[in-house]
C-alpha cells in the first residue's frame, strides 16, 4: 500500500460526520480496495499524534459495530468516550462495546 492510499483513508475518515460511524470494510470499499479492511485499521492504527487530531479515527468500528481495538495508545475506552463526544450512544453487550449500526452508520 503507498502513501497515496493512506492519504485517501485519511480522506475518506476525514468525510465521517460528527454523531455517525463507518466499518473497516466500508472505508476500504470506498477507498478502492475493498477486501482491505485490515488495511484500514492498521493505517488508522499508525495515526501520529497530531494526526489523530485531525482523522476522527474513532468513527472507524467493526462490521459488527464493535469497538474493536486493542491498541493501548487507542484503548477501546477513548474511543468509547470519542464517540460519545460525537453524540454516538455506545452501550456494553456481553462484554464488548457496541454502537447500533441501523441508528449511526454513515451513507455516504
Not at 460526520?17 to 479492511?37: D, F, H
Not at 491498541?71 to 454516538?88: A, T
Request: glycine content about 8%.
Amino acid at each position: 500500500m503507498t502513501n497515496d492510499f493512506y492519504q485517501k483513508i485519511y480522506a475518506l475518515v476525514g468525510k465521517i460526520p460528527k454523531g455517525k460511524v463507518a466499518t473497516y470494510g466500508q472505508i476500504a470499499a470506498l477507498a478502492g480496495a475493498p477486501r482491505s479492511a485490515r488495511v484500514v485499521g492498521w493505517v488508522l492504527h499508525i495515526l501520529t499524534e497530531p494526526q489523530a487530531k485531525k482523522v476522527p479515527w474513532q468513527r472507524v468500528i467493526n462490521k459488527e459495530g464493535i469497538i474493536s481495538t486493542t491498541c493501548e495508545d487507542h484503548p477501546r475506552d477513548l474511543q468509547k468516550m470519542l464517540l460519545e463526544g460525537d453524540g454516538v450512544e455506545v452501550k456494553e453487550k456481553n462484554g464488548c462495546l457496541w454502537v447500533d449500526l441501523e441508528k449511526y452508520l454513515w451513507k455516504p
